[in-house]
């Protein structure tokens, strides 16, 4: 199988509430078998700056597909129209990256 297919084979998921416990868990646990997460968190850059930063250094030392993304923003603000801290090489972004993307996270529903 190609690197293309295997991608395209993967799951994907958002995990959120990944600064801590239970998300974290999960968010490792799933990019470690070897699935595409998304690990969501609030205050991105700001009380959780470390959770973030520390899950993108795992994402990095054990090159997982483990991207960290900003799920709330301020009332009245838009997220940035890129994901921050993404590893991926644009042809290598799964459907879920370029969905996330395009609709600036306005309209995600938790699953």
Known sequence: MSNQSDRNSREVGLITGSSTSFGRQLSETLAR????????MRYLFGKNAEYASALRELAIQENLSLEV???????????SRTIPGSTHQPDERSSLQRTLESNQLDSIGCF
Do not use: D, N, S
């Not at 078998?33 to 969501?40: E, L, M, Q, V, W």
């Not at 993304?69 to 997220?79: A, F, K, W, Y």
């Open 69 to 79: 993304v900003e799920m709330e923003t301020p009332l009245g603000q838009r997220p």
């Open 33 to 40: 078998k070897g699935h595409i997460i998304f690990a969501a």
